[in-house]
């Protein structure tokens, strides 16, 4: 299964190009669910469909959904938060309060994750398209894999992620806290193992790729911009710009030629700053682009008979290399600058910040024994050089 993700500034038409993907797709004889990870749903809206928590069919072939993680955290983790529950009594909170603190932030982004590796996993599907939230919130849902394995291998180190052991590992640790049940850690193990997995999923090149939506507009390429940096910072492939709403030749009226000259440049800077990746075009339409019709033809005349699904530019943001006797790992950062980047190495971790982001990385043993012999940032790759004492 092929995974194709949208994300860029809101508004820009993150909605419509994934609908208009995976209607193109799915004409092609593609098997292709649509998911967004937005809790605003504009998914029913640009199909011109209703949409429930289930799999519909949209179109031949082409099947969406619209997640309600209030539901799903009825039914799924009632008995975390049960816990929550008693977490809080605990604390002092009165039950009134508590009801409302066990409403998790994020976890929208947690069962749309869980939801990415169910759908690979029924091998059903030959191309699942995710409509993203803007940037903010997709880059932390991005980065959430890292960060619930970074707090699980911590607290449930492998091996130890049984039942029985983590018990009194985590009553000792929270010296006083009511300690979970094994009902608990039973469904936070499997919700963790339907997780695990999805990062590499979708870190996977040749599997995944992100897409960034623009408009060919200032404030609207800087975003995406960044957005490019961090995505790679945390190892996500992304394989090509859309530039949606460019204004068409036939529009001729002086009151846009102001406009116009403004998006050729834009243009010419999102095809000279994103290069090597595609840059799709697609024109301002004379009217909204809702419903299965005008989809189609909009996905026609942005793909243009290339394949929605294939991947359009292949990029391996994060390396590990053997040079002479140093290994050298790389992580591509476009757009980063110096100032904004910090590099450390501690506790078997490579930490890597740019802006406000961090990443951690968990270095294999082969490094841990290696000491750092500097590190540089040169034509958008940071490498960190590991050599022997
Ligand atoms: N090329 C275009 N021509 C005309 N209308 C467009 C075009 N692209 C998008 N639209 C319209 O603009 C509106 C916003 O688009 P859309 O919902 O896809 O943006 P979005 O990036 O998903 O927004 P949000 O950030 O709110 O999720 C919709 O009404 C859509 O039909
Ligand atoms: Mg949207």
């Not at 291998?153 to 029985?164: A, D, I, N, Q, W």
Request: proline letters at 5%.
């Amino acid at each position: 299964m092929r995974i194709v993700l949208f994300t860029g500034k809101g508004g820009v038409g993150k909605t419509t190009t994934a609908a208009a993907t995976a209607v193109v797709a799915a004409a092609a004889g593609l098997r292709t669910a649509v998911m967004s990870t937005d809790p605003a749903h504009s998914l029913a809206d640009s199909f011109g469909v209703e949409l429930a928590d289930e799999m519909s069919e949209v179109a031949p072939n082409c099947f969406a959904q619209q997640l309600d993680a209030q539901a799903r955290m009825e039914s799924s983790w009632s008995e975390i938060r049960d816990y929550l529950r008693g977490l809080f009594d605990w604390a002092g909170l009165d039950d009134i309060e508590a009801e409302e603190l066990s409403v998790i932030p994020g976890l929208d982004e947690v069962f749309a994750l869980a939801d990415i590796k169910t759908f690979d996993n029924s091998g059903e599907w030959d191309l699942l398209v995710v409509d993203c939230a803007p940037t903010a919130e997709t880059i932390r849902f991005l980065s959430l894999p890292d960060i619930l394995g970074w707090y699980m291998e911590r607290l449930f180190p492998l091996g130890r992620r049984v039942t029985k052991v983590v018990g009194p590992v985590v009553s000792r640790l929270a010296g006083g806290v009511p300690v979970a049940g094994d009902a608990v850690f039973g469904a936070t193990e499997r919700f963790y193992q339907r997780l695990e997995g999805v990062k590499g999923l979708l870190t996977d090149a040749s599997r995944s790729s992100v897409r960034l939506v623009v408009n060919p507009e200032k404030m609207v390429v800087a975003e995406a911009r960044r957005t490019y940096t961090y995505l790679s910072l945390f190892g996500y492939p992304v394989d090509a710009v859309i530039a949606n709403r460019v204004l068409p030749d036939e529009i001729e009226d002086p009151w846009f030629s102001s406009w116009k000259q403004a998006q050729a440049l834009h243009l010419d800077s999102i095809e000279e700053g994103f290069a090597p990746l595609p840059i799709l075009r697609s024109e301002l339409a004379s009217e909204e682009i809702v419903g299965i019709d005008r989809l189609a033809a909009f996905g026609e005349r942005l793909y243009d008979g290339v394949d929605p699904a294939s991947v359009l530019h292949e990029g391996h943001p994060f390396r590990m290399d053997k040079a002479d006797d140093e290994v050298v790992v790389s992580i591509d950062l476009p757009f980063a600058r110096k100032e904004e980047l910090e590099v450390s190495v501690a506790l078997g971790e490579l930490f890597i910040t740019v802006g406000p982001y961090r990443r951690a990385v968990m270095l294999p043993d082969s490094l841990r024994r290696r000491s750092v012999r500097g590190a540089a940032l040169a034509d958008g790759t940071l490498r960190v050089r590991f050599g022997h004492d």
